[in-house]
């Protein structure tokens, strides 16, 4: 077995071949399908998704756990009790922490937010963290974490010996002691992700101490957007509705600091979506909680002085330059250390004391591209060092790392996702560990490599029209993949080489002799334009997507996979 096979196993979702384009409705019936989505009642809240649903019972937040928090909160606004928001430095702990401090000093109550230093403090409510609040805000009584917290034992025991109550608010996994945290109260759901269990929480909070903003506005459903799609949570159920309705309010958006973003990134906000989110607003907000302090983050989202806004959206768009510099030298490194000392195993553990703490995380997503195998890159340091792991479709990562916690100094995360901390001393005893574990756990079917196709359709119904039904099930993201469709024994037209470095393919493509002529892209393929000739038949799998150019707007295929023609 080597990493570098690339073979996808195409999965067919659904039997059904469409014929004709008479009527598209067949069309999103088997997407529904292909999404379980089959009853009236489920389609109708998918496809006409409504705020008022997402309550802090439909996302299974503990009743009681959320009366507690709201009394104790009564207690901080009667008594003047300085509350500390102790969040994330990613973006959906930056934009949670953003909407709990904004509600809380719109009703009246003292507080402050808090961001931990990724290196200095690490993920989390920590004991070093909670020194830094004390010797900052002395006067604090109260904190509420935001996007962590449910496996924070340690610290919430040393907050509670320095006279602190501790509230948490958490997505993330509770392990085998979370029914023990000490905290006063726990705001938990896997329902949602942070940004988005902090956005529940405000309104619950509006509803007993007041109103924010105007009646039929709401000023934080925007940054709940943004927390949802940049942490990679399913786009279905609660998800889905916030982010359906959020993107309207990023298109309208009055928030200086995401208006600068816009500006400086050349993005239309009228058309903002899922990949504008993830690939282009997200890195810049999280570009300084990997190399710097996420504050100047929080600090962006928040300002209310265009200025202000204008000279932090500039540092940001620094560091993340920088951030890309150490990402591509770091990705470029440890591709070349997997090639050499990793090519039959089944995990990819890489570590080294030159790597950055703030990056790891995507040097390990781009290895599980690369060789699609799970991914553990590790920074090194002298007594403790820091791993961030990616995994695949099929495998529970962090179930298979909290298999083994002596390992660990702490672990968290999510099935895709995962960090952790560890002795540096124990690093060849976990290396072997975890390899051999792999072996056994991961089958070779897990490790191939797999594209989901929702059914077939001939090319020559593929139209302007079919695109904008498609349109009807976005926003599209995880849990809610772009509808994707396969054409057989489509002609080849042209072929040429795009991109400065070779690295994609421009293809003319036709419905069979006489079919419908479309355009096609298909990138990072370019390597393989020598599989096939013009006037070759192929069979294709793609998506569609509308280029707009210079303001002309033409259908286009997205090539996923492709193969010669039986």
């Given at each position: 077995m080597t990493l570098t096979h690339r073979t996808k196993k195409w999965e067919i979702l659904s039997?059904?071949?469409?014929?004709?384009?008479?009527?598209?409705?067949?069309?999103?019936?088997?997407?529904?399908?292909?999404?379980?989505?089959?009853?009236?009642?489920e389609k109708e809240a998918f496809l006409h998704p409504m705020l008022a649903t997402v309550t802090a019972s439909s996302v299974e937040i503990d009743k009681k756990q959320l009366e507690k928090t709201l009394k104790r909160l009564q207690l901080a606004l009667d008594n003047k009790e300085l509350i500390i928001v102790y969040g994330d430095y990613d973006v959906d702990g930056i934009t949670g922490t953003a909407i709990l401090w904004e509600t809380l000093i719109a009703l009246?109550?003292?507080?402050?937010?808090?961001?931990?230093?990724?290196?200095?403090?690490?993920?989390?409510?920590?004991?070093?963290?909670?020194?830094?609040?004390?010797?900052?805000?002395?006067?604090?009584?109260?904190?509420?974490?935001?996007?962590?917290?449910?496996?924070a034992h340690d610290a919430v025991v040393e907050a509670n010996k320095q006279g602190l109550d501790v509230i948490i608010t958490d997505h993330h996994l509770p392990d085998k002691e979370s029914e023990r945290l000490k905290a006063?109260?726990?705001?938990?759901?896997?329902?949602?992700?942070?940004?988005?269990?902090?956005?529940?929480?405000s309104k619950e909070m509006q509803k007993k101490f007041g109103k924010v903003g105007k009646e039929d506005d709401d000023?934080?459903?925007?940054?709940?957007?943004?927390?949802?799609?940049?942490?990679?949570?399913?786009?279905?159920?609660a998800n889905r509705t916030i982010v359906f309705h959020g993107l309207d309010k990023l298109a309208l958006t009055k928030r200086f600091g995401l208006l600068e973003l816009y500006t400086r990134a050349?993005?239309?906000?009228?058309?903002?979506?899922?990949?504008?989110?993830?690939?282009?607003?997200?890195?810049?907000?999280?570009?300084?909680?990997?190399?710097?302090?996420?504050?100047?983050?929080?600090?962006?989202?928040?300002?209310?002085?265009?200025?202000?806004?204008?000279?932090?959206a500039e540092q940001l768009d620094i560091t993340n330059q920088e951030r890309q510099r150490l990402m591509q030298e770091t990705i470029a490194h440890a591709s070349s250390l997997t090639r050499e000392t990793g090519m039959t195993k089944k995990l990819l553990i890489v570590a080294q004391e030159a790597y950055e703490e703030g990056i790891i995380g995507l040097v390990a997503g781009r290895l599980v591209e690369e060789f699609y195998r799970p991914a553990i890159v590790i920074a090194k340091g002298e007594k403790v060092s820091k791993g961030s792991v990616r995994s695949i479709?099929?495998?529970?990562?962090?179930?298979?790392?909290?298999?083994?916690?002596?390992?660990?100094?702490?672990?968290?995360?999510?099935?895709?996702?995962?960090?952790?901390?560890?002795?540096?001393?124990?690093?060849?005893?976990?290396?072997?560990?975890?390899?051999?574990?792999?072996?056994?756990?991961?089958?070779d079917d897990l490790l191939q490599r797999k594209i989901k196709v929702d059914f077939e359709i001939p090319l020559?119904?593929?139209?302007?029209?079919?695109?904008?039904?498609?349109?009807?099930?976005?926003?599209?993201?995880?849990?809610?993949?772009?509808?994707?469709?396969?054409?057989?024994?489509?002609?080849?037209?042209?072929?040429?080489?795009?991109?400065?470095?070779?690295?994609?393919?421009?293809?003319?493509?036709?419905?069979?002799?006489?079919?419908?002529?479309?355009?096609?892209?298909?990138?990072?393929?370019?390597?393989?334009?020598?599989?096939?000739?013009?006037?070759?038949?192929?069979?294709?799998?793609?998506t569609l997507s509308v280029n707009d150019w210079n303001g002309n707007k033409r259908l286009q295929l997205k090539v996923k996979d492709f193969k010669l023609s039986q």
């Open positions: 039997s059904v071949t469409t014929t004709t384009d008479e009527s598209y409705d067949e069309v999103i019936e088997t997407l529904l399908k292909n999404r379980n989505i089959t009853t009236d009642k009246g109550f003292e507080a402050m937010p808090y961001i931990p230093h990724r290196v200095d403090e690490g993920y989390g409510l920590s004991v070093k963290g909670i020194a830094n609040v004390l010797s900052q805000m002395p006067t604090a009584k109260l904190i509420i974490t935001v996007d962590n917290g449910i496996v006063l109260a726990t705001v938990h759901t896997v329902k949602l992700c942070g940004a988005g269990v902090a956005w529940v929480l000023v934080h459903l925007e940054l709940a957007a943004l927390g949802t799609v940049a942490d990679l949570v399913p786009l279905t159920g050349a993005i239309n906000a009228a058309n903002i979506g899922v990949y504008e989110i993830g690939h282009v607003i997200g890195p810049r907000l999280n570009a300084a909680g990997r190399l710097e302090t996420a504050m100047d983050s929080l600090r962006l989202l928040c300002t209310r002085d265009r200025k202000r806004a204008v000279a932090l479709s099929g495998f529970n990562i962090i179930e298979f790392l909290r298999s083994q916690p002596d390992l660990f100094l702490n672990v968290g995360g999510h099935p895709m996702a995962a960090g952790f901390s560890i002795e540096t001393s124990r690093l060849d005893v976990f290396t072997k560990t975890l390899e051999e574990l792999a072996e056994t756990k991961l089958t020559n119904i593929v139209s302007t029209t079919l695109y904008q039904r498609l349109q009807e099930l976005a926003p599209f993201g995880m849990g809610n993949p772009e509808p994707v469709f396969i054409s057989r024994r489509v002609l080849v037209r042209e072929k040429r080489i795009m991109g400065k470095e070779g690295n994609h393919m421009r293809l003319i493509l036709q419905g069979g002799d006489i079919g419908k002529v479309l355009e096609a892209v298909a990138f990072g393929m370019g390597e393989r334009v020598v599989e096939f000739q013009e006037e070759d038949y192929l069979d294709i799998v793609y």
